[in-house]
């Protein structure tokens, strides 16, 4: 909970993390986010080409981005689509 109280508190700021942070703000291993990075899956920046570091604000976004919608918001979804064909 600790890591999740800090996260909010730096949300809105334009801090840097480096890759093994912004894994541990993820909750994903090291190795993981090389990979994300290798595939460009992730936004990153590499000032000295060496050290990898992640914008605070868009690990955010790509918290946000993979949000999922619930059962009952696809239901009500299918609803809609389906009034609107007629």
């Known amino acids: 909970m600790k ?6 508190e730096m949300k809105n ?10 894994a541990e703000i993820l ?11 290798h ?5 990153f920046y590499k000032p000295n080409g ?4 992640f914008k605070v604000s ?3 976004e790509f918290i946000e981005s993979s949000r999922r919608s619930s059962v009952d918001e696809i239901k009500s979804q ?3 689509d389906t009034l609107k064909r007629g």
């Not at 890591?3 to 909010?8: F, G, N, P, S, T």
């Not at 909750?27 to 990075?37: K, R, V």
């Open 13 to 22: 700021q334009s801090n840097f993390v480096t890759l093994e942070r912004a």
């Open 58 to 60: 868009e690990l955010m």
């Open 3 to 8: 890591v999740q109280k800090e996260v909010l």
């Open 50 to 53: 060496r050290m990898i570091y």
């Open 27 to 37: 909750g994903l291993s090291p190795g993981t986010m090389y990979q994300y990075t």
């Open 78 to 80: 299918a609803v809609e």
């Open 39 to 43: 595939r460009r899956i992730i936004p």
